[in-house]
């Protein structure tokens, strides 16, 4: 994402917190972001489709903060899990988006909360899928209804907290009771065999979503713009991770297990300097990249 995309949407952000998406103009933003109408419209249609790339930039965040928090460790630790449902949250605190969400769901713009909506949906699949990795697959025909029962718990928690007038709960204690429950209800479940939600809505939930799937060539397209915007005044180890990552990606038969090991470091070495954001757009496509066009040579050689 170029710098001047960035500028928009940092500010567009920053209106629509303020004064809410509703009252938030176009010509609003182009004020606060200093730049002309035409740059604008450059980089996006409208509206609506700056909000989108907002609420994006957070999902993609907690996505690639849960890649980095798995790595390494055991897929069906509980802390693990606990840890990686309570990224979004934080994300969402961190980037003041749940006051964008409100406003959202107070408007009446039907196309953003099917954007929503979908993003809701896709929580849903990731978790019921995280409930396979950790409690088997025995729980597969009730784990969409295990996901919307442990979301539904931590959701009210906080609305219930909130209410009540305190301020602040740790979204990790929420999220660990929450399955705690999760995990003593299981067996009641699949005793009773008694399904809510049915295989023919878990059908309707996967239609409706749209995976993200990237491609080497878009990976390396990214990469390649990074590091010819990159000056020997940036940290050293950064660009030594931004080469290597290149050159590996470039080759015909890229060791994917070592990428893995490098995108946490990569990532960092930029997080207190102007290409932060860039990086970590790069890092998460790379993950995506890893896990969806080839998953199976990144655990061969570990």
């Given at each position: 994402m170029n710098k001047r995309k960035r500028q928009i949407i940092t500010s567009a952000r920053k209106?629509?917190?303020?004064?809410?998406?509703?009252?938030?103009?176009?010509?609003?933003?182009?004020?606060?972001?200093?730049?002309?109408?035409?740059?604008?419209?450059?980089?996006?249609?409208?509206?609506?489709?700056?909000?989108?790339?907002?609420?994006?930039?957070?999902?993609?965040?907690?996505?690639?903060?849960?890649?980095?928090l798995i790595?390494?460790?055991?897929?069906?630790?509980?802390?693990?899990?606990?840890?990686?449902?309570?990224?979004?949250?934080?994300?969402?605190?961190?980037?003041?988006?749940?006051?964008?969400?409100?406003?959202?769901?107070?408007?009446h713009d039907n196309e953003l909360k099917k954007i929503v909506l979908n993003h809701h949906l896709q929580e849903l699949e990731w978790l019921a899928n995280r409930f396979v990795q950790v409690f088997g697959e025995e729980v597969s025909p009730i784990?969409?209804?295990?996901?919307?029962?442990?979301?539904?718990?931590?959701?009210?928690?906080?609305?219930?907290?909130?209410?009540?007038?305190?301020?602040?709960?740790?979204?990790?204690?929420?999220?660990?009771?929450?399955?705690?429950?999760?995990?003593?209800?299981?067996?009641?479940?699949?005793?009773?065999?008694?399904?809510?939600?049915?295989?023919?809505?878990?059908?309707?939930i996967q239609n409706v979503l749209?995976?993200?799937?990237?491609?080497?060539?878009v990976v390396l397209e990214q990469l390649?713009?990074?590091?010819?915007?990159?000056?020997?005044s940036e940290p050293t180890a950064g660009l030594e991770y931004a080469t290597f990552l290149l050159e590996e990606l470039q080759q015909e038969h890229p060791k994917l297990f070592i990428v893995e090991s490098i995108l946490t470091p990569f990532r960092k070495a930029f997080a207190d300097t102007e290409h932060a954001a860039e990086a970590r757009d790069i890092a998460n496509s790379l993950w995506h990249y890893m896990k969806i066009e080839q998953p199976s040579e990144q655990h061969t050689k570990r």
């Amino acid at each position: 994402m170029n710098k001047r995309k960035r500028q928009i949407i940092t500010s567009a952000r920053k209106l629509f917190i303020e004064k809410g998406y509703i009252e938030t103009s176009i010509i609003d933003i182009i004020s606060a972001a200093e730049i002309s109408k035409g740059t604008f419209y450059n980089h996006f249609t409208s509206k609506s489709d700056c909000l989108i790339a907002i609420l994006d930039e957070g999902r993609e965040e907690a996505s690639l903060r849960r890649h980095e928090l798995i790595y390494g460790k055991d897929p069906t630790d509980l802390q693990v899990l606990t840890q990686q449902i309570a990224v979004l949250i934080h994300v969402n605190r961190e980037h003041n988006l749940i006051p964008i969400y409100e406003s959202i769901f107070h408007s009446h713009d039907n196309e953003l909360k099917k954007i929503v909506l979908n993003h809701h949906l896709q929580e849903l699949e990731w978790l019921a899928n995280r409930f396979v990795q950790v409690f088997g697959e025995e729980v597969s025909p009730i784990s969409y209804e295990c996901a919307v029962q442990t979301f539904g718990m931590i959701n009210h928690t906080f609305r219930v907290v909130l209410f009540s007038g305190y301020k602040y709960i740790d979204p990790e204690t929420v999220v660990s009771v929450a399955l705690r429950n999760i995990q003593a209800i299981i067996p009641a479940m699949l005793k009773s065999k008694d399904i809510l939600i049915s295989v023919d809505m878990i059908t309707s939930i996967q239609n409706v979503l749209h995976s993200r799937t990237v491609s080497k060539e878009v990976v390396l397209e990214q990469l390649e713009g990074f590091t010819k915007g990159l000056t020997t005044s940036e940290p050293t180890a950064g660009l030594e991770y931004a080469t290597f990552l290149l050159e590996e990606l470039q080759q015909e038969h890229p060791k994917l297990f070592i990428v893995e090991s490098i995108l946490t470091p990569f990532r960092k070495a930029f997080a207190d300097t102007e290409h932060a954001a860039e990086a970590r757009d790069i890092a998460n496509s790379l993950w995506h990249y890893m896990k969806i066009e080839q998953p199976s040579e990144q655990h061969t050689k570990r």
